[in-house]
């Protein structure tokens, strides 16, 4: 059967709160962010990122991330991780009461560059310390891998970068490394292949598929990980986002289109459907346009 390896339970890690955001031209009030976050959780989502620590110069949709962090009311047994790149960053997520921070890296120099002025070694060179400190106070840190499949740059990219690169960001101690197609250009073939490079030195169980669907192609892709046994998938409620230093990426895989695929599979995920393509449609609103995915349109 089609189904006879995927996982019977995946975590869902709903990004749509800030890579969703961080790449939409409408800001959105304080408010707003914070009932996003918590109709996500009251959906049953129990991983919600809710925002970034970053250079407010460079994405300054996340800039009022403490504030959001302030304003919305935390649901018992979810977790909500916020991006960290530096130290400076670190110290806002731990003035802030964040309990997990995500860093991020690439697989590629040039995208990197662009995206945190560092090289992938300067970027370990700046992370190594952060993810030290972070666990030494107690905070899990999940870990990035952009361009997993190619650059908006450098085109495409070399399975064993992919590879190196998530084994360093496990060995400094991530919990869990997501593994990112940043602009949406992966086909299954190229995904699995990208996928065996990197469990030759990672199990499945520490690592999450995060795929972007500018071409459509996420759920076939996200297929191809389940059936390796991957279980983790980050998906954006609406379909929202982008990368603000990638040209050409479109969203996120919606929420709403996984959930349908893997709850008609008979995968659990623990989240409602229909409060999510409520959720779908309510943001969607608030940013002026319509839904951007198949199951938040077709959804009666
Ligand atoms: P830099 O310019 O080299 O940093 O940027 P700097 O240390 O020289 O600082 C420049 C200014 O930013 C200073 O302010 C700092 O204080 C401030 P000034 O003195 O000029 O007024 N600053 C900060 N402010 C708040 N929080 C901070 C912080 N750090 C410095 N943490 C830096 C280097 C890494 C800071 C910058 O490049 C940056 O913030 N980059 C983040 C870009 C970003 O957020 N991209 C999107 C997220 S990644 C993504 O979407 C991919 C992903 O979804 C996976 C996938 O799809 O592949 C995760
Ligand atoms: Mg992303």
């Known amino acids: 059967m089609l189904t006879a390896n995927w996982p019977k339970a ?12 961080q790449n939409e031209k409408t800001t959105l009030s304080t408010e707003v962010k914070a009932k996003l976050i918590e109709l996500l959780a009251d959906a049953g989502t129990k991983v919600v990122e809710a925002g970034a620590f970053v250079s407010p110069k460079w994405v300054p949709q996340m800039a009022d991330t403490a504030q959001v ?7 018992k047994g979810v977790t909500y991780p916020v991006l960290v790149p530096n130290e400076k960053g670190l110290e806002l997520a731990i003035a802030n009461d964040a309990d997990e921070i995500a860093v991020f890296t690439a697989a590629s120099n ?23 400190r972070a666990i030494a106070h107690g905070l899990r840190v999940r870990g990035y891998v952009s361009c997993v499949a190619s650059c908006p740059f450098e085109g495409e990219i070399d399975p064993a970068v ?36 990197v469990l030759a030195v990672a199990s499945a169980d520490e690592l999450a598929m995060h795929f972007h669907d500018t071409y459509g192609q996420a759920l076939a892709n ?25 040209p050409g990426a479109g969203g996120n895989v919606a929420t709403e289109d996984v959930l349908y695929m893997l709850h008609g599979c008979g995968v659990s995920t623990g989240i ?11 943001i969607s609103n608030q ?3 319509d839904v951007a995915s198949r199951v938040g349109r077709a959804w009666k």
């Open 162 to 197: 992919v590879a190196s690169v998530t084994r360093r960001l496990l060995d400094l101690g991530a919990y869990e490394v997501s593994l990112g197609d940043t602009i949406g250009v992966g086909t299954p073939v190229k995904i699995e292949r990208m996928l065996d490079a």
């Open 10 to 21: 995946v975590k869902i890690v709903e990004v749509g709160p800030r890579d969703g955001l």
């Open 110 to 132: 040039t995208f990197n560059q662009k995206n945190t002025n560092a090289t992938i070694d300067e970027s370990f060179e700046r992370l190594a310390p952060v993810m030290e």
């Open 287 to 289: 940013l002026g346009r």
């Open 222 to 246: 996200i297929m191809v990980g389940l059936n390796k046994g991957i279980a983790v998938i980050d998906s954006s409620v609406g379909g929202l986002g982008g990368c603000p230093y990638a």
């Open 69 to 75: 962090l302030a304003a919305m009311d935390k649901r």
């Open 272 to 282: 409602d459907l229909a409060k999510t393509v409520d959720t779908a449609r309510w």
